[in-house]
């Protein structure tokens, strides 16, 4: 079973995480563990601390990325690398508490295939934090036809059939749950209470998760697009109205009627211009996806790694 930990700029939590799952694995030792740990271009001493934990326990595998690549594409890089036959995710701050581990395993023997821990209550979290995870979770769901695992979060666990599953999936943007969630298979949940970050500060910030809430709506679904087009008809089609109502006021009623309708219209351009720049900022996300696709980077690029016998390399091109 392989334990993936993306972090980044965790110095302080790494021991206290790496104590804590050890005494888990200890109580619970079924099967054998690994810790696929992820640098993900800390800027602190997490990779010197993960590094003395390498040399002590060659259990603890380490894994440098070049740079910081973000949450999502980190915990892809811990899966890829994670070759348990199961491979659990979680955070390195200790919010995601390592006794939840052996329930994630009961379900996963008993035959489920994705186990995902599902946060009871998040504690202490401030209310427009919790608000707008709400929000998010609600327009996910909105605009996705896949079920989706309500208030489910990347602390789950997935079996090595799902894991091959999910190293097909090739797009960049990317939400690792998300992707989680699309792939199916025989799926169970397991309740959790979050705890509070062990230390220092959350790096997602209200605006970077409302970017990501507009990734995940844009790289699911083509509903945005389809909402600009009927209302684009259904202005049209008013425009038109409007316009033949000009011209038989103008000719059967009464001449100066004509201008009601154009006052009307007068106003009415600076709302359309509006939709228009909407549209076309709609459309402008979408077309950027289809660039940075096109661009075909690999997802990530590694530094170096520690007690991984393989030469560090780009992987997931
Ligand atoms: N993280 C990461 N790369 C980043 C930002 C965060 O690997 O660019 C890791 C972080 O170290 C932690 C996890 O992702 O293990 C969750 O991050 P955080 O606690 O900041 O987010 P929150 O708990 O508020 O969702
Ligand atoms: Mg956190």
Redesign the pocket.
Known sequence: MSVV????N?ANNVEPLYDALESVRIANARERWEYVFVD?GSRDDSLLVLARLADRDAKVKVVSLAR?F??EV?LSAGVTYGAGDAVVTM???L?HPPEVIPALLEKWRAGAEVVVAVRRRTARKAFLRRASSHLFDALARLFSGDSQVLEGTDFRLIDRRVRAAFLLVRERRRAYRQIVDWLGFVRETVPFDAAR?HDGR???SLPKLWNLAIDMIVSRSAVPLRVLLYLGLLISFASTLSLMWMFLAFYYVDPKWWYTPLAQAVVFNTLLIGIVLIALGVVGLYVGRIHEEVLGRPLFLVRGTRNIDEPARARLG
């Open positions: 930990v993306p972090l980044f965790e993900d910081n973000g949450k980190a955070d390195a701050d919010q970050r959350s790096t997602y």
